[in-house]
């Protein structure tokens, strides 16, 4: 399993060689780029970005190899600081991710066991203040009140939150990597990294949730991957055919306008 996982994420030679002929510094590449952008190459672009959505419940429908290569190729054209690419990637199809899922289900169901695990690095903050506890809350009462899951029902909670580790039944379920050793500026670059992810799949009439539910299991994960020493978990993310029938993925979170974040200052 390991080295298919690390074989898959592994690019392609052919990516993106325009680039790498223009390490000369020509400038070629640059007039390319600057003639290529019209405006349908905004729209499609800003429809990717503004498409993704985090998508819960996946068709059984595959996904080829060659296309999560594709992503991959596409999103390692992430920025890092002094180009260290802090990512690595392990892609988890077929049997080596439904054994793993059993596991992390297993794990999850035993509170006994469940305990055991905690995670390696807080995602969320310890003390929750306004204005980001009444948005943590909005998006989870819409979730559970689209599932019909009422404030009180601990096990239809339970229960969904168990489809993380399912990845959602995506066929494609992909943990991600960082080299421990590095600081929080490397994990700047692993968000748009995973961003990027997001929206080349996207491009490809894919879709995706990224989980950050699966870090307390890093120690099931790390013998399940058999991680290197170094590697720890970032998250998770599902990827594949949205089911268009599953209610919830009608959830549509709400999003701050530009007045109430950014200020301009002439
Ligand atoms: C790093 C990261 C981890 C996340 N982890 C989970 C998760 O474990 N399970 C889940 O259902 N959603 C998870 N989400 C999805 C967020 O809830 C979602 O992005 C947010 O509510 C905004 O909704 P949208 O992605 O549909 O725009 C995660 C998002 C990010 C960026």
Redesign the pocket.
């Known amino acids: 399993m390991t080295s298919d996982a690390q074989g898959s994420c592994e690019l392609p030679d052919t990516a993106a060689p325009a680039r790498e002929a223009d390490t000369a510094g020509t400038g070629a590449d640059l007039d390319r780029r600057a003639g290529a952008i019209t405006d349908a190459t905004t729209a499609a672009v800003d429809a990717a970005i503004t498409s993704?959505?985090?998508v819960?419940a996946f068709l059984p429908t595959p996904v080829p190899r060659a296309t999560v290569e594709q992503i991959l190729a596409v999103a390692a054209r992430a920025p890092s600081g002094t180009n260290t690419q802090p990512w690595r990637v392990h892609v988890l199809t077929g049997a080596s991710r439904g054994s793993l899922s059993a596991k992390l289900c297993a794990a999850f169901d035993d509170p006994a066991a469940a305990a055991e695990h905690t995670p390696e690095y807080a995602?969320y903050p310890e003390r929750w203040t306004s204005p980001f506890i009444e948005r943590r809350r909005k998006?989870g009462w819409d979730l559970y009140g689209l599932l019909g899951i009422g404030r009180a029902d601990k096990a239809g909670m339970h229960a969904q939150h168990r489809r993380?580790y399912r990845f959602f039944d995506a066929p494609v379920g992909l943990i991600f990597t960082i080299d421990r050793l590095l600081e929080r500026g490397s994990w700047l670059d692993y968000g748009m990294f995973?961003q990027s992810v997001m929206i080349a799949a996207r491009a490809r009439g894919l879709d995706t949730?990224?989980?950050?539910?699966?870090i307390p299991f890093h120690r099931l994960i790390a013998e399940h991957l058999r991680l290197a020493p170094e590697e720890m978990v970032v998250?998770g993310m599902s990827l594949g055919h949205a089911d268009p029938n599953a209610v919830e993925n009608r959830?549509h979170?709400e999003r701050v306008p530009p007045a109430g974040f950014a200020r301009f200052h002439d």
């Open positions: 993704r959505r985090s819960r995602y998006v993380n995973l949730c990224p989980q950050v539910a699966f998250c959830l979170t």
